[in-house]
């Protein structure tokens, strides 16, 4: 019943920051939680981000005080704001959420981080 759609991925210079965008089919200022998932190639999906209904946040280790989890209610959209990128962030990254005990998945978005 959530459709999920990434965008703003690219390819982008080791130091320099990029902006994800995920755009919901509904509005999301009713859903407790949205996520941010990446997946490199040969390594399992892995927990990016999350924004919670209340407002706070939570982030993996590898990404603290670099990535920024944001919610616009208004635009019913789940933002990345990505900073100090690294080589080791090159991974598909996808939105993610949890509705009516469903896990819906938007299709990912490419980010690929050079020397």
């Known amino acids: 019943q959530v459709q999920l759609v990434e965008s703003g991925g690219g390819l982008v210079q080791a130091g320099g920051s990029l902006r994800l965008s995920c755009a919901a089919s509904?509005?999301?200022?009713?859903?407790?939680?949205m996520g941010w998932y990446r997946q490199a190639p040969g390594k399992q999906r892995e927990l990016v981000a999350v924004s919670w209904r209340g407002g706070g946040t939570n982030y993996a280790d590898f990404v603290q005080g670099r990535f920024t989890i944001s919610r616009d209610n208004a635009k019913n959209a789940v933002y990345l704001q990505m900073n100090s990128l690294k080589r080791e962030d090159t991974a598909v990254y996808y939105c993610?959420?949890?509705?009516?005990?469903?896990?819906?998945w938007g299709q990912g978005t490419q980010v690929i981080v050079s020397s």
């Open positions: 509904r509005s999301i200022f009713s859903i407790n939680r």
């Open positions: 993610n959420t949890i509705y009516n005990y469903i896990d819906y």
